[in-house]
Nanobody, 117 residues
Framework: QVQLVESGGGLVQPGGSLRLSCIAS?????????MSWYRQAPGKEQELVAV?????PPEYGDYVQGRFTISGDKNTVYLQMNSLTPEDTAVYYC????????????WGQGTQVTVSS
């Protein structure tokens, strides 16, 4: 079993920046095959924000391309968000697919990002 804990959300003005973090921990050893961020606003479908795997460069959703950057460090995935707009307001969820002693897909608890003046 792997637990994902997110942090970094909050209230920011348009044009501002936030950095989200998601830390994976577990009682058994594991390695992360894929790190992803999703977001969901009320009444809207969940959408992919960014994804990072071992095998290729990061990929981004159409609406965040050029503004957001995903990166990973050991058991942590980050999402650097710049030039935020009100349309970025949503609950952001991290997702990791892990391999090793523990195998499976896991989700964080979600963190609220609100962009408003």
């Amino acid at each position: 079993q792997v637990q994902l804990v997110e942090s970094g959300g909050g209230l920011v003005q348009p044009g501002g920046s936030l950095r989200l973090s998601c830390i994976a921990s577990g009682s058994s050893s594991f390695s992360i095959y894929r790190m992803s961020w999703y977001r969901q606003a009320p009444g809207k479908e969940q959408e992919l924000v960014a994804v990072l795997t071992r095998s290729g460069p990061p990929e981004y959703g159409d609406y965040v391309q050029g503004r957001f950057t995903i990166s990973g460090d050991k058991n942590t995935v980050y999402l650097q968000m710049n030039s935020l707009t009100p349309e970025d307001t949503a609950v952001y969820y991290c997702n990791m697919y892990v391999v090793g002693t523990t195998i499976g897909e896991y989700w964080g608890q979600g963190t609220q990002v609100t962009v408003s003046s």
